[in-house]
C-alpha cells in the first residue's frame, strides 16, 4: 500500500478514527519540517480539537513533538532536576518566588520559559522589566549557571520543540487551544525537551484558567500524569485555583515587585501559600527532603531567614541584571500614568473575572493581543481586596498603571465590569483543590 497523502491523514481523524504511531510522526514532523502547510494543520488540529486523541495517540504526538528539535542535556549539572509549569493564569508569579526558594534548598532549578499572551502574563516579559537583565544564554552558559548559582531561565530556545512552537501559534489563531489532548502535548513535550527529570504541573481552575470546571482540571492532570510517566518522567500535579488572581499584582514590573515584596516574607497570603505548597513538593521531587513535612519547614526556613531573597538576587545579578532592586523596588518603573478605581456600591467582594482582570491589565499595556505587539514593562494594577472583603462605596477597588489615559480609560472599564459586589458574604473556594 501507498503512504497517505495528508490530505487523507486529515480525513482519518475528520471520521474520528484513530491514527497509528507512524501516521503521527508523519502529521507532527511533516509540519514542524516544513513540509506540511498551515492550512493543512490547521484543519488537522480542528479534526482533533473535536473528535480527541486517544491514549496512544497522546503518547505518540508528544513523543514526536520532543523528536521535532533538540532535547536539553542537564545531565552535567547533579542531582534531580525539577520543572515546575503552570497551565496559565493571572497575578501569578510564582516562578519568581518559587525559584529562588528552592535553589535556596538544594534543587537545581534549569527553567526555559515563554511570553504571555492574551490575558495570562509570562514569566520572560517579567524578568525583561528588571534593567539588564538577559533572556538569551548559550546552552553552555545556561547549564554553567545552574550549575554555578543554581537558577537560570532564559527564553525558550528555538531548535527545543520547534513542533510546539509552530503548533501553538497555529492553535491560538485557530481556536483550537482549549484541548487536553493538544494542551497535554504541548506542556509535557516542552518539559520533556526542556530537560528534566522530574515535573511539578500546576494546573489552575476556574474563570481565569483554561480549565473553567473542576472536572477538566481533574481530566487534564491525570493525562498530563499519564503522558509523562509514558515518556519516562516523574510527573505530579497540583489543582489551584484561579477563579480570582492569585497575587494583588498584574503586569510586569508590577509582579516583580510582588515577587520580591513575598520573598521579603510580606506578599499576598495565597501567592506566598502557593508557593510554599509547590516549593515543598518540588524539594520531595528532587530528594532533598525525606517528606512533606520536612521539605514544608525547609522551605519555610529559606524564606524566613532571607536566604531565597539571596539566591533571587544571585540569579538576577549572573543574568545581567541590577540585584539591587531586591531593596530597591523603585528601580521597577512604573507608566507615568496612574488612577484608582472606587468602589460605586457597598457589599462584599462575591467574585472576580480573573479572566477579564487579565484583559484588563493587557489593555494597560501589560499583555500582548498579537504576538508582536510592544508591551510596557511599568503597566498593570494593583488590586486591593480578596473575594469575601467587606467593601464601602468610595473604597478603593485597584491602581491602574499605564502610559496614556485612554488606556487608563479602557483599563478602567474592564475592570469595573470584573469584580461583583454582593450583599452576603461569600466565603472563596480554598486555594489547592487536590494532589
Ligand atoms: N500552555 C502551554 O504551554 N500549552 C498549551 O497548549 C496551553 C497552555
Ligand atoms: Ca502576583
Same mark, same amino acid.
Given at each position: 500500500?501507498?503512504?497517505?497523502?495528508?490530505?487523507?491523514?486529515?480525513?482519518?481523524?475528520?471520521?474520528?478514527?484513530?491514527?497509528?504511531?507512524?501516521?503521527?510522526?508523519?502529521?507532527?514532523?511533516?509540519?514542524?519540517?516544513?513540509?506540511?502547510?498551515?492550512?493543512?494543520?490547521?484543519?488537522?488540529?480542528?479534526?482533533?480539537?473535536? %473528535? /480527541?486523541?486517544? @491514549?496512544?495517540?497522546?503518547?505518540?504526538?508528544?513523543?514526536?513533538?520532543?523528536?521535532?528539535?533538540?532535547? !536539553?542535556?542537564?545531565?552535567?549539572?547533579?542531582? !534531580?532536576?525539577?520543572?515546575?509549569?503552570?497551565?496559565?493564569? #493571572?497575578?501569578?508569579?510564582?516562578?519568581?518566588?518559587?525559584? $529562588?526558594?528552592?535553589?535556596?534548598?538544594?534543587?537545581?532549578?534549569?527553567?526555559?520559559?515563554?511570553?504571555?499572551?492574551?490575558?495570562?502574563?509570562?514569566?520572560?516579559?517579567?524578568? =525583561?522589566?528588571?534593567?539588564?537583565?538577559?533572556?538569551?544564554?548559550?546552552?553552555?552558559?545556561?547549564?554553567?549557571?545552574?550549575? %554555578?548559582?543554581?537558577?537560570?531561565?532564559?527564553?525558550?530556545?528555538?531548535?527545543?520543540? $520547534?513542533?510546539?512552537?509552530?503548533?501553538?501559534?497555529?492553535?491560538?489563531?485557530?481556536?483550537?487551544?482549549?484541548?487536553? $489532548?493538544?494542551? #497535554?502535548?504541548?506542556?509535557?513535550?516542552?518539559?520533556?525537551?526542556?530537560?528534566?527529570?522530574?515535573? *511539578?504541573?500546576?494546573?489552575?481552575?476556574?474563570?481565569?484558567?483554561?480549565?473553567? &470546571?473542576?472536572?477538566?482540571?481533574?481530566?487534564?492532570?491525570?493525562?498530563?500524569?499519564?503522558?509523562?510517566?509514558?515518556?519516562?518522567?516523574?510527573?505530579?500535579? !497540583? *489543582?489551584?485555583?484561579?477563579?480570582?488572581?492569585?497575587?494583588? @499584582? !498584574?503586569? %510586569?514590573?508590577?509582579?516583580?515587585?510582588?515577587?520580591?515584596?513575598?520573598?521579603?516574607?510580606?506578599?499576598? =497570603?495565597?501567592?506566598?501559600?502557593?508557593?510554599?505548597?509547590?516549593?515543598?513538593?518540588?524539594?520531595? *521531587?528532587?530528594?532533598?527532603?525525606?517528606? +512533606?513535612?520536612?521539605?514544608?519547614?525547609?522551605? &519555610?526556613?529559606?524564606?524566613?531567614?532571607?536566604? @531565597?531573597?539571596?539566591?533571587?538576587?544571585?540569579?538576577?545579578?549572573?543574568?545581567?541584571?541590577?540585584?539591587?532592586?531586591?531593596?530597591? +523596588?523603585? *528601580?521597577?518603573?512604573?507608566?507615568? =500614568?496612574?488612577?484608582?478605581?472606587?468602589?460605586?456600591?457597598?457589599?462584599?467582594?462575591?467574585?472576580?473575572?480573573?479572566? /477579564?482582570?487579565?484583559?484588563? @491589565?493587557?489593555?494597560? /499595556?501589560?499583555?500582548?493581543?498579537?504576538?508582536?505587539?510592544?508591551?510596557?514593562?511599568?503597566?498593570?494594577?494593583?488590586?486591593?481586596?480578596?473575594?469575601?472583603?467587606?467593601?464601602?462605596?468610595?473604597?478603593?477597588?485597584?491602581?491602574?498603571?499605564?502610559?496614556?489615559?485612554?488606556?487608563?480609560?479602557?483599563?478602567?472599564?474592564?475592570?469595573?465590569?470584573?469584580?461583583?459586589?454582593?450583599?452576603?458574604?461569600?466565603?472563596?473556594?480554598?486555594?489547592?483543590?487536590?494532589?
Amino acid at each position: 500500500m501507498s503512504e497517505p497523502t495528508f490530505e487523507q491523514l486529515i480525513e482519518v481523524k475528520r471520521d474520528g478514527r484513530a491514527h497509528s504511531a507512524e501516521e503521527i510522526d508523519r502529521i507532527i514532523l511533516g509540519y514542524s519540517s516544513g513540509q506540511v502547510p498551515d492550512y493543512q494543520m490547521s484543519a488537522w488540529l480542528m479534526a482533533a480539537y473535536l %473528535n /480527541g486523541l486517544d @491514549a496512544e495517540e497522546t503518547v505518540a504526538m508528544t513523543d514526536a513533538m520532543v523528536r521535532s528539535g533538540r532535547v !536539553v542535556d542537564l545531565s552535567s549539572i547533579p542531582g !534531580v532536576k525539577v520543572d515546575k509549569h503552570s497551565t496559565g493564569g #493571572v497575578a501569578d508569579t510564582t516562578t519568581l518566588v518559587l525559584g $529562588p526558594l528552592v535553589a535556596a534548598c538544594g534543587v537545581p532549578v534549569a527553567k526555559m520559559s515563554g511570553r504571555g499572551l492574551g490575558h495570562t502574563g509570562g514569566t520572560l516579559d517579567k524578568l =525583561e522589566s528588571i534593567p539588564g537583565f538577559r533572556i538569551e544564554l548559550t546552552p553552555e552558559e545556561f547549564v554553567a549557571q545552574v550549575r %554555578n548559582v543554581g537558577l537560570a531561565v532564559i527564553a525558550q530556545s528555538p531548535d527545543v520543540d $520547534p513542533a510546539d512552537k509552530l503548533m501553538y501559534a497555529l492553535r491560538d489563531v485557530t481556536a483550537t487551544v482549549p484541548s487536553i $489532548p493538544l494542551i #497535554v502535548g504541548s506542556i509535557i513535550s516542552k518539559k520533556v525537551a526542556g530537560g528534566a527529570d522530574a515535573i *511539578l504541573l500546576d494546573v489552575k481552575l476556574g474563570s481565569g484558567a483554561f480549565m473553567k &470546571t473542576e472536572d477538566d482540571a481533574r481530566a487534564l492532570a491525570a493525562e498530563m500524569t499519564r503522558v509523562g510517566r509514558a515518556l519516562g518522567r516523574d510527573v505530579r500535579c !497540583v *489543582l489551584s485555583d484561579m477563579d480570582q488572581p492569585l497575587g494583588m @499584582a !498584574v503586569g %510586569n514590573a508590577l509582579e516583580v515587585r510582588e515577587g520580591i515584596e513575598t520573598l521579603h516574607g510580606e506578599g499576598p =497570603e495565597a501567592l506566598t501559600d502557593l508557593c510554599l505548597d509547590l516549593g515543598a513538593r518540588m524539594l520531595v *521531587l528532587g530528594r532533598v527532603a525525606e517528606d +512533606p513535612k520536612a521539605a514544608r519547614a525547609m522551605v &519555610t526556613k529559606a524564606l524566613e531567614s532571607g536566604e @531565597a531573597l539571596e539566591a533571587f538576587a544571585r540569579w538576577i545579578g549572573a543574568q545581567g541584571g541590577d540585584p539591587r532592586v531586591t531593596e530597591e +523596588p523603585g *528601580l521597577l518603573e512604573l507608566s507615568r =500614568e496612574s488612577r484608582e478605581v472606587l468602589s460605586a456600591k457597598s457589599g462584599y467582594l462575591a467574585a472576580y473575572d480573573a479572566e /477579564g482582570v487579565g484583559r484588563a @491589565a493587557m489593555l494597560l /499595556g501589560a499583555g500582548r493581543e498579537r504576538k508582536d505587539d510592544e508591551i510596557d514593562p511599568g503597566a498593570g494594577l494593583l488590586l486591593d481586596a480578596r473575594v469575601g472583603d467587606a467593601i464601602k462605596e468610595g473604597d478603593r477597588l485597584a491602581t491602574l498603571y499605564a502610559a496614556t489615559e485612554a488606556r487608563l480609560d479602557a483599563g478602567e472599564a474592564l475592570l469595573a465590569a470584573s469584580v461583583s459586589i454582593g450583599e452576603t458574604a461569600v466565603a472563596p473556594g480554598p486555594l489547592l483543590r487536590e494532589v
